[in-house]
């Protein structure tokens, strides 16, 4: 298995554009998680999904953020309209239940000027 | 709440044990974790514990638990510098529907030759 897959791995983006961040989990993972990581605030968990279903969005910080999984196999976590303090490491992680912990994917960068 | 806490930083010398404590507060945590984190990379589950051990080691990682004290640590025995990186501790909230995860800062670990 290739592991969970995001893209893009870097994203610079100006203030007030639409970015799209996108994730492909493992096979037959059944939980995708949302992450979103700073210097300042750490790891803070976004929204996470169970079999497609969002279970818990309270992290997303405002409505500017929103998170969708049309099909078991792709997420994407969409911030409109993008600003600086948006600037972070957003990973994506998937488990099947009875799994022990997440397989993270690698994380896109995203850079908000 | 779940609150889950780490020192910011270690350094240790290759072939030492290097130590990583870790502090959480939810009491009825089932499963506590650690990830390691290479630059540019993701997290890497490392090991695992259920909350009725007191220990587990795994090759080079031993992991202690002493839940009284809701204390988690992180050994590295014969430390390489390979094993330069950023370590997170992780608590399971057994409240949350899936295997939803609490993230401590981090602990940058540095290996000098």
């Known amino acids: 298995d290739a592991g969970v897959i995001q893209s893009p791995r870097h994203e610079v983006t100006e203030m007030g554009q639409e970015v799209t961040l996108r994730c492909k989990p493992i096979?037959?993972?059944?939980?995708l998680f949302w992450y979103r990581q700073t210097m300042m605030r750490g790891l803070e968990l976004l929204i996470y999904f169970n079999n497609n279903v969002p279970i818990d969005d309270s992290g997303m910080p405002e409505d500017r953020f929103s998170a969708k999984m049309p099909n078991a196999s792709f997420s994407t976590l969409k911030i409109q309209p993008s600003e600086p303090r948006d600037s972070a490491v957003y990973f994506c992680a998937s488990q099947t239940a009875g799994d022990y912990g997440y397989t993270f994917g690698s994380g896109t960068r995203l850079t908000v000027v | 709440g779940e609150d889950v806490e780490q020192s910011l930083f270690l350094s240790v010398r290759e072939g030492d044990s290097s130590v990583i404590n870790c502090t959480y507060t939810?009491?009825?945590?089932?499963?506590l974790y650690w990830y390691k984190q290479e630059p540019g990379a993701g997290l890497q589950l490392l090991t695992y514990?259920?909350?009725?051990?007191d220990m587990k080691q795994d090759q080079r990682l031993t992991v202690l638990l002493n839940k009284k004290d809701k204390h988690l640590s992180l050994r590295i025995a014969d430390t390489q510098t390979g094993d330069s990186a950023i370590y997170f501790c992780?608590?399971?909230?057994?409240?949350?529907?899936?295997?939803?995860?609490?993230f401590g800062g981090g602990t940058r670990v540095l290996v000098k030759p």
């Open positions: 514990i259920f909350s009725n051990m």
């Open positions: 096979s037959g993972h059944d939980y």
């Open positions: 992780a608590e399971r909230d057994p409240k949350a529907a899936g295997n939803k995860l609490t």
């Open positions: 939810d009491s009825s945590s089932t499963y």
